[in-house]
Every structure is written in structure tokens, then in C-alpha cells.
């Protein structure tokens, strides 16, 4: 009966044993790829980092109104900006907007746009660049 | 015969029991190693490695240690850390050090042979060959294949923008601490301090200003030649700082190649006497104590003469001046006497005093210049410091003042960093608002028909006033002859104020397209004109509605009409007289 429980318990012992030393294996190799990823990823900041510097050194002001005449740009001028309450009759532009299905004689259906009377123009303002 | 011991066992008994004995110390003082080693294990999964014991000593290459970024207010970097290779050597692995230093000096730039040669050999087993490196010379170095020659990486500060921020933004030294501007002030914030996160900074600056206003003022430092220059472009109602610009400057990426005058921050860390600019404060002040309406006249027919010293108007008109046109023809005589009518050097001192002027400028960086005072406040001084001589500022100590005048009287307080919008400004009151909207009609009048008419932008109303002040000799005292500072401090839109622009140019030279002219007018007031016109879009300042000039006009008619005085001449006779 005794020897019995002394081989059950070292059986035990053993697989004990060797489950313990599995997980230390498990550990061990988890415990490196953590490493190696942290590694990476510190290494993938750095080069973000890297990234970002340049991108912020390309897109310097001086640098971007270099080319701004090989991009079509023109410097942005007040007579660009109008307030809301100036331009024309919005009304009329709204409904403008809207167009309104019309049948006509022939029986075909086309939409009807209507005219503003009057529109807003900067260039009637004399406010073109 | 030796008689035979007692009892035999005895001596082997009492071995047995100190061998017991010591058996059961050695296990306690095992047991006791076993039950620390354990404690502190279980210490260190439970708190998580607070101490970084683990990391660190797995990970010596390259831990998180840099600085948080610096960037504008709408995100641009201005300033970051990289990881920057060092080449370095063992000699004991070079087969040849006479040919590898040969090698290296003819590819890195700094290294000369002989001298690496000789580092080489009275070196063991390490010696630096050059410090950060750039990754062409890194490539080059590699492609040598020298063995015994590797990289070590450290951080490195960097500024994408170069020169553009440079007295702002500040430098660091070789240990990546910070020296001067932002990166001095906040270098515990920036490292990472206690309790400090590795956010970036974000400052009140705009880059899209800030490249307008140092665009347009190198351009002026080119055409009129002046040793130096400001740029200043400031929220009146949040006290931002978006542009701050002084030149000449430097590039902070290269701080040993920077003369000490580039390093120099004149907007906030010299003082100058700004002429005719102070005149909005010595305005201002007459007007606040009620003792000078907007219709009161004073005595311009003459030079004021003031015991030895006798006051003149760049252009004398001859005549007895109202208020509107003292300030906008900036006589100098009429804004002496109407410091004199105002109660002479203790209001106008408690006035200074009141506005900020008194002491350094109020900004997040270390280079804030000490304003220099009188001496002596005798009358002579209340005269010459109402035209702004005798006491000289900093660039930015005028802007804060100047700014809490203009948005309604209120002061809000200067700041280099981006205000939460959230978080209510604790505003200060400098004069009531009727003093204000009377500085606004005046600053408007004197660029719709005083001495600011080259300030005028198309599509904004602008008001602004000018200055030009004798450059004080440093060598002989006094001041120096054919020597100014010009000056034009612009607001727009002056009907309901928003920026205010300040271009300073310390000793410009007028060329013939401005008849040689070195006025603030002519020489300072155009370059605001073009920031203005430039940087309103950008920031959505909509234009000036029409028929907002007749608005302002029948404003100033309204505020000319509406004292109740009288010509008030009579009473200012007596009190110049008594100048005099």
C-alpha cells in the first residue's frame, strides 16, 4: 500500500516536474518575443519619429511657397471672403438650387431651373484679385 | 596509568549536537535568504516592477528618455527628438589604425587623421570617432567595413523649421537640456518631470504667421539695412502671441555657428525707447483721468521750452492742435503739454505702472529685458517720455499695453502657449471703455488721414499709429544723430479690435523709392500693411463691411461733439505756461 502512494507521488512529482518545466519553457520563449517586440516597437517610434521630422522639414512654409507658382496657388486675399448676408438675394439662389420637374407640351419631362434676378459677383463688386 | 573517561559517548555526543546546532543556523539563515529571495519576487509581480529593474537590465541599448515635441498652435512640429548614430571604435579589432583613421577622416567631415590616429592608440579598447553623424556619413562608414568600427545612437534635438522659431523655441545644449526660449523654460516638462506627461507642448504660435511676418520683415531687413528687427503679431483678446520674430536669427540646429548678436531676442529681451508708439499710452492716460477730451486744442505754434531744453515737432504745423490731430500727425509738442494737463509725471508714472510698463514683460520665457527708468522724474522727463524717450521697453511690454487698450480697455494676459478655449480668460481693466473707442477712432483716423496712411489695406479698416525715436549712443550718452528705431504698431479691424501687429527696425536706412526717409511711416508701416493683407485671410478675418468707414467716421464726429466742454484752451495756457 505504501509503495503504492511513493510511486503515485512520484509519478506525480514527476509530471509535476515536468509540466513546471514546460510553462518555464513557455515563459522563457513568451518573455523573449515580448522583448523582441518591444525592441521593434520602440525602434518603429524612433523611425515614425524620423518620419515625422522630415515631413515637418518638407513642408516648411518657406519651402511650400517655393512651389506654390509650379502648384497654380495665389496667396489668399480679403477679396476672397464675403460675408453671408451680402451675396444677392439667397433666396432666389436657394430656389435655384431646387429644380422643379415641368411635363412639357410635346409630353417630355425635363427640369426647370430658374434664374436668380439677381446673383452675387465679385468681379461686379470689383473685388476680384 | 591515565584513568579511562567517565562516560565514552560523551565527547562524540556532544560533537553531534553542535553539528545539529550549526546545521539548524545554516538552515535558518538559508531559509531566511530563500524567504527574501521570495518576498521580493512576490514584490515585484504584485507592484509590477515599479523600479524598471527587469527592463532595464535587459534593454541598456535604447530606452524612452526623449523630449516631448514641440509644435504651433495648429499641430506643426517644431521641435522633436531623433535617434542619431555616434561612430565609435576598438582599436584592438582595427588590423591597421594608420589606414582606418585615413579612411574616416576622408569621409567624415571634422575628423582629422592624424589626430584620430592618436586617439586610436592611447585608447584600450573604445574611443569616440564622431559624434551624430548624418545617415550619408553612416552609409559611408558602413561601406568601409572597417572592423572594430560600430554605432552607439543617442537622441538628438531637432527643429524642422530651422530658423523660423528660433528665439522662441529656444535650443538645447549637448546633454539635451534645455538653454533658452520655450525649451529652458519648460525643460522640466519637456524631460518629462515628475508628474509631467510626454504630451507635446503646444505653443500660441501660428507657423502661417509666423512665416508671414519674418517673410515680410526680412524683406525690409534687406531694403532699408537696419542692424535689427522685430516682428510681433499678437491676439488683443486672448493675449496669444501667434508670430514673434527678431532678426537677425539663427538656426538652433547649428547653435555654434550662431553670433551672439543673431542670438539676441529683441522683441523681449532689449529694451528700446520707441518714440511716438508711447504716444497711445500718454493719449490714453490724458484721456482716462478726464482732465483731456477728444475736443480739447493745445499749443503746437512753437518749440516747448523746458528749462535747457527745448521739444520741436518733426513737422511743425504752426497752429494750435486738437487731440485727433496731435495723435495723428504725432506732434510731440502737443502730447508733452497734454501730459502736463493731465497732472504732469504722477499720473503719467502711476498710468506706466498700470499698464505693465514698469517692470518686465509678462512671457513664458527667460529673456524678458528689465524696462530701463528715469532717474528722475522731473518735468523734463514727464515731457520726453509722453513722446516715448527717457524710458525705454521691451517690443512685447508695448504690445501687451498697447493690446489692453485697444480690446476695450481690457488686458488680457500674454502668453506664448495655445489658451484652452474652455478655460475664461481673467481679464484686467487698464482704461474704461470710453477711452478705448476713443484710442480706436484715433489709431483709425491716423491711417485714414495722419501719418499711417501706408498701413492701409484694401478690404480691412486698420488703425495703428507710428513711431520713430533717436537711437540712444551708448559710447557717449545722449543720442545718436541720423540714427532712429522706426516703428508701426498696427490693429485690425480697428472697429472692433482683434491683432495687433508691431514691426520694429532698429537703425533703417530709407532708400529713394521713400526719399530716403527713415520714418517709422515710411519704412515700418508698409510692412504691416502687407502682414495684414496676408495673414487676415488665413486667419478668417472677414472683410470690412461697406460703408463701415462712414460708420467710424460719424463716430468720431458723434465723439468730437459730444464733450461738453469747452475749447478747453483757455485752461491748457495756464498749465503749459506753468511747464514752462
Redesign the interface.
Known amino acids: 500500500m505504501m509503495l503504492r502512494y511513493v510511486i503515485t507521488a512520484t509519478v506525480l512529482v514527476v509530471l509535476a516536474a515536468g509540466a513546471v518545466f514546460q510553462l518555464k519553457y513557455k515563459v522563457v520563449g513568451l518573455e523573449r518575443e515580448r522583448m523582441a517586440i518591444e525592441t521593434q516597437l520602440r525602434s518603429e517610434r524612433w523611425t515614425l519619429q524620423t518620419r515625422k521630422a522630415d515631413l515637418a522639414y518638407l513642408v516648411r512654409p518657406d519651402r511650400l511657397a517655393l512651389q506654390a507658382a509650379q502648384l497654380g496657388m495665389r496667396p489668399a486675399t480679403s477679396a476672397l471672403i464675403v460675408n453671408v448676408d451680402q451675396i444677392g438675394d439667397r433666396q432666389q439662389i436657394e430656389l435655384a438650387n431646387n429644380p422643379v420637374a415641368v411635363t412639357l407640351p410635346s409630353g417630355a419631362a425635363v427640369e426647370l431651373r430658374l434664374k436668380p434676378v439677381q446673383i452675387f459677383s465679385l468681379a461686379a463688386r470689383g473685388r476680384t484679385p | 596509568m591515565q584513568p579511562l573517561p567517565a562516560n565514552p559517548a560523551r565527547p562524540a555526543d556532544a560533537a553531534i549536537a553542535a553539528g545539529r546546532r550549526r546545521l539548524k543556523v545554516l538552515s535558518v539563515i538559508f531559509a531566511l535568504a530563500f524567504l527574501s529571495i521570495g518576498i521580493r519576487l512576490v514584490d515585484m509581480v504584485v507592484s509590477g516592477d515599479q523600479h524598471g529593474l527587469l527592463v532595464k537590465s535587459?534593454?541598456p541599448?535604447?530606452p524612452?528618455t526623449?523630449r516631448a515635441d514641440i509644435t504651433d498652435r495648429n499641430g506643426?512640429?517644431?521641435a522633436?527628438?531623433?535617434?542619431v548614430p555616434s561612430v565609435y571604435a576598438d582599436p584592438l579589432l582595427i588590423p591597421d589604425i594608420g589606414e582606418a583613421a585615413r579612411e574616416l577622416a576622408r569621409i567624415l567631415p571634422g575628423v582629422a587623421a592624424p589626430a584620430l590616429v592618436k586617439k586610436l592608440e592611447e585608447s584600450k579598447r573604445f574611443a569616440w570617432v564622431k559624434h551624430q553623424v548624418t545617415p550619408m556619413e553612416q552609409a559611408a562608414v558602413l561601406e568601409l567595413g572597417i572592423p572594430g568600427v560600430g554605432f552607439r545612437y543617442s537622441e538628438q534635438r531637432?527643429y524642422?523649421?530651422?530658423n523660423?522659431t528660433s528665439h522662441v523655441v529656444g535650443f538645447v545644449d549637448g546633454d539635451n537640456h534645455g538653454r533658452a526660449g520655450i525649451e529652458g523654460s519648460f525643460n522640466e516638462r519637456l524631460t518629462g518631470g515628475p508628474r509631467q506627461g510626454k504630451d507635446p507642448l503646444v505653443l500660441s504660435l501660428d507657423?502661417?504667421i509666423?512665416?508671414i511676418v519674418h517673410?515680410e520683415l526680412a524683406t525690409a531687413m534687406r531694403r532699408f539695412r537696419p542692424i535689427g528687427g522685430v516682428g510681433i503679431f499678437y491676439d488683443v483678446r486672448t493675449g496669444e502671441v501667434l508670430s514673434l520674430v527678431s532678426l537677425p536669427d539663427f538656426d538652433p540646429n547649428h547653435v555654434e555657428e550662431a553670433t551672439k548678436q543673431s542670438q539676441w531676442n529683441r522683441a523681449t529681451g532689449n529694451s528700446f525707447e520707441l518714440g511716438s508708439l508711447f504716444k497711445i499710452f500718454t493719449t490714453a492716460m490724458a484721456l482716462d483721468t478726464g482732465q483731456v477730451s477728444l475736443k480739447d486744442s493745445f499749443d503746437a505754434t512753437a518749440p516747448l521750452q523746458i528749462g535747457r531744453y527745448r521739444i520741436h515737432d518733426s513737422h511743425n504745423e504752426g497752429r494750435w492742435l486738437s487731440v485727433p490731430e496731435i495723435f495723428m500727425l504725432s506732434s510731440n509738442i502737443g502730447t508733452a503739454r497734454m501730459a502736463f494737463a493731465a497732472g504732469g509725471a504722477d499720473p503719467e508714472r502711476a498710468f506706466l505702472e498700470k499698464v505693465h510698463l514698469m517692470a518686465r514683460p509678462e512671457l513664458e520665457i527667460a529673456e524678458r529685458a528689465k524696462p530701463q527708468l528715469p532717474r528722475r522724474w522731473v518735468d523734463i522727463t514727464t515731457a520726453t517720455v509722453a513722446f516715448g524717450h527717457g524710458l525705454a521697453v521691451a517690443p512685447i511690454s508695448f504690445v501687451e499695453a498697447a493690446a489692453g487698450i485697444v480690446n476695450d480697455g481690457m488686458r488680457a494676459p500674454p502668453t506664448l502657449l495655445k489658451r484652452d478655449p474652455a478655460v475664461p480668460i481673467q481679464l484686467e481693466r487698464l482704461v474704461s471703455e470710453k477711452t478705448a473707442k476713443d484710442l480706436q477712432l484715433l489709431m483709425w483716423l491716423t491711417v485714414q488721414k495722419g501719418t499711417g496712411t501706408h498701413a492701409q489695406?484694401?478690404?480691412?479698416l486698420v488703425g495703428g499709429k507710428t513711431g520713430t525715436a533717436d537711437r540712444a549712443d551708448p559710447v557717449r550718452g545722449g543720442y545718436l544723430r541720423n540714427s532712429v528705431i522706426s516703428s508701426f504698431a498696427g490693429v485690425f479691424p480697428i472697429d472692433d479690435p482683434h491683432y495687433l501687429v508691431l514691426i520694429m527696425l532698429d537703425d533703417p536706412h530709407g532708400d529713394a523709392a521713400v526719399h530716403n526717409l527713415r520714418y517709422g511711416a515710411w519704412t515700418a508701416a508698409p510692412v504691416v500693411r502687407e502682414i495684414i493683407?496676408?495673414s487676415?485671410?488665413?486667419l478668417?478675418?472677414?472683410?470690412s463691411?461697406?460703408g463701415a468707414d462712414a460708420a467710424m467716421q460719424d463716430e468720431l464726429a458723434q465723439a468730437l461733439g459730444a464733450s461738453a466742454r469747452g475749447t478747453g484752451k483757455d485752461r491748457h495756457v495756464a498749465t503749459v505756461a506753468n511747464a514752462q
Open positions: 535587459r534593454n541599448a535604447t524612452e526623449r506643426e512640429l517644431l522633436t527628438d531623433l535617434l531637432v524642422p523649421k530651422q523660423l507657423l502661417r509666423q512665416q517673410e489695406v484694401p478690404g480691412y493683407a496676408r487676415g485671410p488665413i478668417g478675418v472677414p472683410p463691411r461697406p
